[in-house]
Every structure is written in C-alpha cells, then in structure tokens.
C-alpha cells in the first residue's frame, strides 16, 4: 500500500504566530472545532504547535502562545509515505505531525486521519496452518 500523506492530510489546516495570544488560540480552536494549531513564522514555516491540553485554565489570556508552544515539531512532507508519518507518530508519542512543502505548512495529519486506512477494510484471520502429511522420520 503506497498511500501519500498529502490523500490523507486535512488540507484546510489553521495556523497561528508566535505573537498571538493564549485567549485568541483558544477561540481560534474552539471555533474551528480543532484540537491543535501549528504556529508559524512570518514566511509559514513551522516553529511550534499547540495543543488544547497546552491551554490550561490557569494561563493569563493576555501570554503569548511563545510561551507555552511546544518548539519541537514534527515534519513530514506531503509526498512521503503514510507509513514514515506512522512510525514518527508511534516512535514520538504524538498525535499529529505537521505536513510542509518546501518548507511551508500545507496540512495536518492525524492519527485519526490514519484509521481511515483501515476503516474500510475487513481484515479476516488467515487459515490456521494445515496438519503436516510428512511421516516422521525413523532413526
């Protein structure tokens, strides 16, 4: 199965600047119904993400998402195998890596985005092996 990350990608990814606030983050997930934002720089290359479980209720509203984004982001590009965004996400323990093109922000994918592989399929047991006809040997 040579799937690309760009067919299972949400392509209409939101993003969001170092600058911007932990109240304007918080809104901006809430009405896109999202659970993480990547955070750009100035030319849309990626330099942190942020997550809901990220903005904790205790957090001033007026901080800055700089200060609280996690800086390690994890990249694929759009043309790679699903497969090396699987084995980043398991081997990370993380639930979403960041799709770029030359660099720049394209898309999201999720780990929910990868179940679809599976979704449609119907994975049936293999036969259990059959009883050997070979008669044991004699010494």
Do not use: C, W
């Amino acid at each position: 199965m040579n799937v690309k990350v760009s067919e299972l990608m949400s392509e209409s990814v939101v993003t969001t600047q170092p600058h911007k606030t932990v109240e304007h983050v918080r809104a901006l997930l809430e009405r896109n119904r999202l659970s993480a934002v990547p955070v750009v720089d100035s030319s849309e290359e990626p330099v942190g993400i942020v997550s809901a479980t990220d903005l904790l209720p205790d957090l001033k509203p007026n901080s800055p998402i700089s200060s609280i984004m996690t800086e390690k982001v994890y990249t694929v590009p759009r043309y790679d195998d699903v497969s090396t965004a699987a084995r980043v996400m398991r081997n990370h323990k993380i639930h979403r890596v960041v799709v770029t093109h030359e660099q720049r922000v394209v898309g999201v994918l999720s780990s929910f985005d990868l179940l679809k592989l599976v979704e449609g399929h119907r994975f049936v047991a293999k036969n259990p092996p059959s009883k050997s006809t070979r008669r044991p040997r004699s010494r």
